[in-house]
């Protein structure tokens, strides 16, 4: 069992940077990908970023490309997402999840386990 719990969301303005952390429970974090997905009020959730469970490899949605950065640190059991030149449609209730597997991180279907989420809102 690997319990997640989300932080640093908030209120930011256009062109801001947020910082969230994904702090999980149990000694067998590194043996999971890590992945970050949100969603906005009336939308369906959708993949934002990804990295392997050795974080050799990250994954990014076109939309964040070059804006966000996943990254994980396994000595504090915690995964993070960047967040740069933020702009208003990043807002969004955003979601970490942990997957056993290593394929099709894109897919929420492969995740196991999800935070309760927080919020980011970016204002104009």
């Known amino acids: 069992q690997v319990q997640l719990v989300e932080s640093g969301g908030g209120l930011v303005q256009a062109g801001g940077s947020l910082r969230l952390s994904c702090a999980a429970s149990?000694?067998?974090?590194?043996?999971?990908?890590m992945g970050w997905f949100r969603q906005a009020p009336g939308k369906e959730r959708e993949f934002v970023a990804a990295?392997?469970?050795?974080?050799?490899?990250?994954y990014y949605a076109d939309s964040v490309k070059g804006r966000f950065t996943i990254s994980r640190d396994d000595a504090k059991n915690t995964a993070y997402l960047q967040m740069n030149s933020l702009k208003p449609e990043d807002t969004a209730i955003y979601y970490c999840?942990?997957?056993?597997?290593?394929?099709?991180?894109?897919?929420?279907?492969?995740?196991?386990?999800w935070g309760q989420g927080t919020q980011v809102t970016v204002s104009s």
């Open positions: 990295i392997s469970w050795s974080g050799g490899s990250t």
């Open positions: 149990g000694r067998t974090f590194s043996s999971y990908a």
């Open positions: 999840a942990a997957s056993s597997r290593s394929t099709n991180l894109r897919a929420d279907t492969q995740y196991h386990y």
